[in-house]
């Protein structure tokens, strides 16, 4: 029998992350029922920070009876199939962690130097991110999209965009490809998380105005019902503009270091290369997101789908420009 190669070994960790993420998926997912199913007391009003502490409280705190006196405090669910998501979200990670560090190993560098090899790293980044803000609010009723998003990016790029381990083409021997390549997958990890709470926003921000309208039992029951138990949806808005404004610093610093990589190996700081061009439209699209929210007042449904279009672009960017239109980025290893 032949021994299995490392590049191999990668490959089958990455396929059993890949499994353990589907199943980390459909723990979410019926915690998503159950929160349906719950009976719950009062609206969400704000976004819940672990150990109770922060912004405000969630649906699941404590409610006021209609005299506006506090009433008993109420324990919050265990949510024992989100805590079971969470888990096998952090073993899948472990698992992904190892093809990754073992696809980098096999062929001697990071590994993000193709397609399949930056939607290793990048989905990696996007539940690493998702993990270390689970730290400092209980999102976990975004697990089911964000680890529905990761099996379908990951899958995708493993069945399509495998290539075996090859050498480096010269103009990737740079320490640019090191900075730049990870500032852009942790841009990018960031904007997925926002692009999942601005989604989750507009559908929260449709329950309140159909509550608004009609705030009667038959009325709120239209829409998913587990919205009733997540946090509002100025609180959700406010949590995607602090994930865009993070990954919009990183994107900017990726902007700036693709130029200097750029005049290292052609000569020229901007040549108007397709890669770079969409690179740029990202940069303003999200600009734009920026600056009409804090200037123009871009609340509710617009500033969400400005977060929804920017991280589509994202996409866009990354498949459809990397495989379709030639140019000088064309590393995808495909060809």
């Known amino acids: 029998m032949n021994q299995l190669s490392l590049d191999g070994i990668s490959l089958l960790l990455v396929w059993t992350a890949i499994a353990t993420y589907l199943l980390a998926f459909t723990a979410y997912t019926i915690d998503l029922a159950q929160r349906s199913a719950a009976p719950v ?4 009003r704000k976004l819940t920070t672990v150990g109770g502490r922060g ?12 005299s506006g006196a506090d009433t008993a405090p109420q324990r919050p669910p265990r949510r024992l199939w989100a805590r079971i998501g969470t888990s096998l979200t952090v073993l899948a990670f472990l698992f992904q962690l190892g093809g990754t560090l073992g696809r980098g190993i096999a062929a001697e560098r990071v590994p993000w130097a193709n397609m399949y090899e930056f939607a290793l790293t990048g989905t990696l980044l996007i539940v690493a991110v998702y993990l270390v803000v689970l730290r400092l609010y209980d999102l976990r009723f975004l697990g089911a999209f964000l680890l529905g998003m990761t099996v379908l990016l990951l899958g995708g ?31 990018t990890a960031l904007f997925a998380l926002a692009c999942g709470v601005s989604i989750t926003q507009l559908m929260q921000g449709r329950r309140e105005r159909l509550l ?17 138990t997540i946090p509002s949806a100025d609180a959700l808005e406010t949590l995607a503009y602090r994930f865009t404004i993070v990954g919009f610093m990183f994107w900017s610093f990726t902007l700036i270091a693709g130029a200097i990589w750029a005049n290292d190996s052609w000569g020229r700081y901007w040549g108007f290369d397709v890669k770079e ?7 303003v699209l999200y600009a734009g997101y920026i600056h009409a929210r804090a ?24 498949t459809v420009v990397n495989i379709y239109f030639p140019g000088l980025h064309s590393y995808s290893g495909l060809t």
């Open 157 to 187: 790029a493993t069945l399509g965009f495998y290539v075996e381990v090859v050498p480096l083409m010269d103009p990737l021997k740079s320490v640019w490809l090191v900075i730049h390549v990870f500032v852009a997958s942790l841009a």
């Open 277 to 283: 061009v969409w690179t740029f439209v990202i940069w």
């Open 41 to 44: 007391a009062v609206p969400a």
């Open 295 to 318: 200037t123009r007042g871009w609340r509710g449904s617009r500033s969400a789908w400005l977060s929804i279009v920017g991280f589509a672009a994202v996409l866009f960017n990354f």
């Open 212 to 228: 608004s309208a009609a705030p009667d039992t038959r009325q709120q029951k239209r829409g998913p019902r587990f919205l009733r």
């Open 55 to 66: 912004p405000g409280s969630s649906s699941e705190e404590v409610a006021e009876d209609s």
